[in-house]
């Protein structure tokens, strides 16, 4: 594995408990109204109604980390139901039709399924086991979903890129209310970063130094754009950056995934470092 276990722990415990505050705004805006929003309520008739009282039981037990991966795997499948009846029907490009937090959310709870939930939970605390069978199993794959992770959000990434440097995708739709995306608001200058940035992730290439300007570039976005709107990230559109955020240190210190070209410069290095090895032991032998 390329990560160091302990921080790797640390920063997915992180992640977690990040990823769950900010979708546990979402069910707190429809069931109570939180941050001036219109309360929707209970309405088990529709997907709407019952999103609410999804987000804030599954928000909560992610924060806790409780039922991790079982919490992970149902609210993966409400994003992902979320995006194709609301938001895919409206355009292919997710930063376009208003989905792109139903994407980044979906994916970054499909990898929770299979990271668990880090020793920063309630799991661990009651339990302070490894798991069961299964668990371990799904434990296996961690580094090929964070490959698909890594990759599906540096695909949407880079679209800011192309927005901000050809004023191409426009949004056609989103949360009512809602300011646009820090990252639209930066400098035409900025669109580079992005797709360059978004590129290299995406083929899994030099991730970590990467994913320290991208950081940079994302926290000058926040506190300098949306945190004057709002300290709520659901109101001053800081949401998405904020899971690219999450995501991105994790990938700092995780690293890229099983698939990538990180990987595959280390692995070339150690097969010939290992040639060398054998070669210089054969000829002082001889």
């Known amino acids: 594995m390329e990560r ?19 979708f546990f705004q979402h069910g707190a805006e429809k069931l ?48 992902a139901v979320a995006y194709f009846t609301r938001w895919a029907p409206r355009s292919f490009w997710p930063i376009s039709n208003g989905g792109e937090e139903a994407v980044l959310f979906c994916f970054l709870f499909f990898w929770l399924v299979f990271a668990g939930p880090g020793p920063w939970s309630l799991e661990q605390v009651l339990h302070k086991s490894p798991g069961g069978p299964l668990q371990r199993k799904a434990g296996l794959w961690e580094g090929d979903v964070r490959t698909l992770l890594r990759a599906v959000y540096a695909f949407t990434f880079s679209l800011h890129g192309y927005r901000l440097m050809f004023g191409v995708l426009p949004a056609l739709a989103g949360r009512r209310g809602a300011p646009a995306m820090p990252l639209d608001a930066l400098p035409q200058a900025f669109g580079a970063l992005q797709i360059l940035g978004g590129l290299l992730l995406f083929i899994g290439l030099f991730v ?30 800081g949401d998405e950056l904020l899971l690219y955020l999450l995501v991105f240190g994790c990938l700092a210190v995780s690293g890229a995934g099983r698939w990538s070209w990180d990987e595959l410069r280390k692995s070339k290095s150690a097969s010939e470092g290992m040639s060398t090895a054998v070669g210089n032991g054969q000829t002082s032998h001889s």
Do not use: Q
């Open 4 to 22: 160091t276990d302990n921080r790797f722990g640390r920063e997915l415990s992180l992640v977690r408990i990040g990823a769950g505050l900010l």
């Open 32 to 79: 109570w109204g939180f941050a001036g929003a219109r309360i929707v309520g209970f309405n088990f008739h529709s997907l709407f109604g019952i999103a609410g009282p999804l987000e804030v039981i599954g928000g909560a037990l992610l924060v806790l980390g409780l039922f991790t991966r079982s919490t992970a795997f149902i609210l993966s499948g409400e994003m």
């Open 208 to 237: 970590r130094p990467t994913v320290v300007v991208l950081i940079g570039e994302m926290l000058a976005a926040y506190f300098y754009i949306a945190w004057p709107r709002s300290i709520w990230p659901i109101r001053n559109g």
